[in-house]
């Protein structure tokens, strides 16, 4: 596969609890949300705009802890309350957005451990559709737009595997351009102007 030209048009990055913002959503709505959600639709509505396509949502742990409640809840009381299983589904910080924002666009939820910021990075880029809106959330987020045709920030994807110890930290880096290259086990992401 041949190097893949592309471009990122905004960004946000959320860095500590600080910079989450929901204020736009109701209450009762609010306090279903889940810290990793609340980072999700944060970083999400920070960037999104009428024109976006697609949206691609990673995330390495997704609602791990209500996971983990929902078992223990099974395990003393032998049953599940509904709404913690609705709540702990992967993809449900992209489904709620969609929904809260009342935009009929196609998502995609995805986890790869710890390559999960890299992974949901290449299928935003190798996506069919020109506009799509990726995050990553788990304990701090990122969200970019990326196009296929123009933009702020012009770079290219080759595939070329590498190691990459924090794919978060290096992502933003590469974002804010203290980086020119961000390495990932799926390939080499090189940030060739602005």
């Known amino acids: 596969m041949e190097k893949t030209t592309f471009y990122i048009n905004d960004f946000y990055y959320i860095k500590s609890g600080d910079e989450i913002d929901v204020s736009d959503i109701p209450p009762?709505?609010?306090?279903?949300?889940?810290?990793?959600?609340?980072v999700a639709i944060s970083a999400?509505?920070?960037?999104?705009?009428?024109?976006?396509?697609?949206?691609?949502?990673?995330?390495?742990?997704g609602e791990i802890t209500r996971l983990k409640s929902i078992i223990s809840q099974y395990q003393?009381?032998?049953?599940?309350?509904?709404?913690?299983?609705?709540?702990s589904v992967h993809n449900y910080a992209a489904g709620f957005f969609t929904l809260y924002k009342k935009i009929n666009i196609p998502y995609?939820?995805?986890?790869?451990?710890e390559n999960s910021v890299s992974?949901?990075?290449v299928k935003a880029v190798?996506?069919?559709?020109?506009?799509?809106?990726?995050?990553?959330?788990?304990?701090?987020?990122v969200s970019c737009i990326v196009n296929?045709?123009?933009?702020?920030?012009?770079?290219?994807?080759?595939?070329?595997?590498?190691?990459?110890p924090n794919e978060l930290e290096a992502f933003a880096g590469f974002l804010?351009?203290?980086?020119n290259f961000f390495k990932t086990k799926f390939g080499i992401f090189e940030r060739i102007g602005q």
């Open 28 to 38: 009762l709505l609010r306090r279903k949300l889940s810290p990793v959600d609340k």
């Open 44 to 61: 999400l509505n920070r960037i999104f705009s009428s024109d976006i396509e697609e949206i691609v949502f990673s995330s390495a742990y």
């Open 176 to 179: 804010d351009g203290k980086s």
């Open 119 to 121: 992974a949901g990075l």
């Open 76 to 87: 003393e009381f032998n049953e599940v309350s509904p709404a913690q299983f609705s709540g």
């Open 108 to 113: 995609y939820a995805l986890a790869s451990g």
């Open 148 to 164: 296929k045709t123009e933009g702020k920030i012009k770079c290219t994807f080759e595939p070329s595997p590498s190691d990459c």
């Open 126 to 141: 190798l996506a069919d559709k020109n506009n799509v809106l990726f995050c990553y959330a788990d304990g701090t987020g």
